[in-house]
Each structure stands twice: as C-alpha cells, then as structure tokens.
C-alpha cells in the first residue's frame, strides 16, 4: 500500500474529462491483459488506441459492452465509457486477486473492493459513512487517513465538495492496488480496445 492523500489526485479537479459522461474504472491485481480478458464476456472486436479512441468507439457502438485494458506493472486496469460490466464479473475476476472498481454517473457513484471472489466493501462515495458488503470497516483506516471521504464525523459546514469525494476514492484504489492513476496514464497510454457479447 502506498502513502496518498486524496490531494495527491488534485488533477480531477483540474481537468475532470472523466466524469463527463458514466464511466467504469476497475483494477485487477496480479493479472494480465489476458488473465482479465478470459473472465469476461467474449470479444468480438479489439484494437489499440488511447483515450480518446476508446471512447469514440464507445460512443459509435451505443449500449454495447465496451472497455479498454491497460496492463500497469503487475495490475490491469480496465476502463469502460459507460461502465456496464456488472458486480458478478467483478466478483470472478477477484478470484485469487484484489479488485477494486469505482463507477460513476451524473446521479450516484460507487467504490466497490472485491477479494476472492466476495465483496468485501461498497459504499456510495458521497455518503461513506453508510458502508456495506462482508466486511463493512475494513477499508475505514485506509479512509481515514487519506481523507477526503464524509465519514459522518464531520460538521455540516465541513462536509468534503463532490469533487472530492472523487478524488478520495482514487486515492483509495491506489492504497489498496499500488496502482498510480494519473491524467496522462488514463489519456494518453495505449488500450487494448475491446467490444465484447
């Protein structure tokens, strides 16, 4: 685990290109391209291309399943434009690994932590205070002192902005994975671009 700060991830309130539209952002560790590939629903279409190609080809093929992988060190980090790969994927893919996703939309946005297959925490990120999953608390001392999260201890008048919330939740995924998520890694590296059934 690595010693971030939510403000370690100011570049969001910077440029915040990733929360134009509904998104997926899901880390698997100790995997490859391939090791995540397999858990999921089949391709039926792949190619490379950054950012801004991916979500193009998101855009121009509607409600299909769209994601783009990225291999980090010993991590995968899978982003879909409009986050449909639901709990269940994420759930096998934890098998034998860690994964964490956050998803995001203009109504509601979540952070979910898997472990081997079981979902350990999920919380709603503007309202951290309300936890759920096996082990509800197990991520709190991370939460702590990465701040940034409303962990229902806070004055009204110091209650943390929606940004930050985002910010914070990145932070967490990479205390959890070890996993640097920054601007340039997310627009300009090249995906493996995939359409999947």
């Known amino acids: 685990m690595t010693d971030v700060r939510y403000t370690d991830y100011a570049w969001i309130r910077d440029d915040p290109f990733l929360f134009d539209e509904g998104f997926c952002l ?3 560790t100790s995997a490859t391209i391939d090791d995540v590939a397999a858990v999921l629903p089949a391709v039926t279409a792949s190619s ?3 950012y801004e190609a991916l979500t193009e080809f998101a855009y121009d093929h509607g409600f299909d ?3 783009g992988l990225l291999q980090v ?5 899978f982003y879909e434009p409009y986050g449909y790969l639901g709990d269940d994927a994420k759930q096998s893919l934890s098998v034998g690994r860690t994964v964490v996703s956050i998803d995001a939309n203009p109504a509601v946005s979540y952070f979910k932590f898997f472990r081997d297959g079981s979902t350990v ?3 709603e990120k503007m309202f951290a205070d309300s936890r759920s999953g096996e082990d509800p608390d197990a991520l709190l001392p991370l939460m702590e002192r990465i701040g940034g999260f409303h962990l229902g201890r806070e004055p009204d008048e110091m209650l943390p902005e929606i940004v930050t919330y985002h910010q914070a939740a990145f932070a967490l995924a990479e205390a959890i994975t070890v996993v ?3 601007h340039s890694l997310l627009s300009q590296s090249q995906y493996r671009i995939c359409q999947f059934t």
């Open 65 to 67: 399943l769209i994601g």
């Open 180 to 182: 640097r998520l920054t």
């Open 73 to 77: 060190d010993d991590a995968v980090v």
């Open 26 to 28: 899901t880390i698997c």
């Open 121 to 123: 925490t999920t919380f």
């Open 48 to 50: 490379k291309g950054d």
